[in-house]
T-cell receptor, first 116, second 109 residues
Framework: GAVVSQHPSWVICKSGTSVKIECRSL??????MFWYRQFPKQSLMLMATSNEGSKATYEQGVEKDKFLINHASLTLSTLTVTSAHPEDSSFYICSARPVITDYEQYFGPGTRLTVT | GQNIDQPTEMTATEGAIVQINCTYQ??????LFWYQQHAGEAPTFLSY??LDGLEEKGRFSSFLSRSKGYSYLLLKELQMKDSASYLCAVMDSNYQLIWGAGTKLIIKP
């Protein structure tokens, strides 16, 4: 149990275009989902925390108008990278926290974004 | 500020034992996690400690001392597939995970 999927697993896009990444909890409901970014040889960096039905909370330094997060249901959150640039190329990982717990998080497999 | 420290890289031999240390300073404490991450993949959960002491789970064990702000992950009977990065993360008073930079473990035959 506790499976989280992400789609797509990898994407290549041109500079200036937008890319949407989906994160789904497949067998549980998640009140809270987290979006992370990881650059090569670095640890996870939390970008934002999203709660179902409300606006996401962004970490300092993360542009909310560039990284649009929508958490429309208890099983789906989306991250849209708008007007992507090469420096946005990274590994984006989501995690989901089940409704019934305060501390558990289950990670999706990640999405590798390359902006050319 | 909040801080998680762990060694950048460690090397060990197949079949041996290795201990990866993690020290932390956070605003509040709601548990410490260890995750394993293979290159190009998302982290996978290994252990969760919220009380002092040792938690054993097969070849992996995790220890916590809250008074010392210290944890370690112990890996026994090392296998080549254990080559990965090991991430230490502490959940603070807001139930937010604070991540260490990870320890890259290299296993040699």
């Amino acid at each position: 149990g506790a499976v989280v999927s992400q789609h797509p697993s990898w994407v290549i896009c041109k500079s200036g275009t937008s890319v949407k990444i989906e994160c789904r909890s497949l067998d549980f409901q998640a009140t809270t989902m987290f979006w992370y970014r990881q650059f090569p040889k670095q640890s996870l960096m939390l970008m934002a925390t999203s709660n179902e039905g409300s606006k996401a909370t962004y970490e300092q330094g993360v542009e909310k108008d560039k990284f649009l997060i929508n958490h429309a249901s208890l099983t789906l959150s989306t991250l849209t990278v708008t007007s992507a640039h090469p420096e946005d190329s990274s590994f984006y990982i989501c995690s989901a926290r089940p409704v019934i717990t305060d501390y558990e998080q289950y990670f999706g497999p990640g999405t590798r974004l390359t902006v050319t | 500020g909040q801080n998680i420290d762990q060694p950048t890289e460690m090397t060990a031999t197949e079949g041996a034992i290795v201990q990866i240390n993690c020290t932390y300073q956070t605003s509040g404490f709601n548990g410490l996690f260890w995750y394993q991450q293979h290159a190009g993949e998302a982290p996978t959960f290994l252990s969760y400690n919220v009380l002092d002491g040792l938690e054993e789970k097969g070849r992996f064990s995790s220890f916590l001392s809250r008074s010392k702000g210290y944890s370690y992950l112990l890996l026994k009977e090392l296998q080549m597939k254990d080559s990965a990065s090991y991430l230490c993360a502490v959940m603070d008073s807001n139930y937010q995970l604070i991540w260490g930079a990870g320890t890259k473990l290299i296993i040699k035959p």
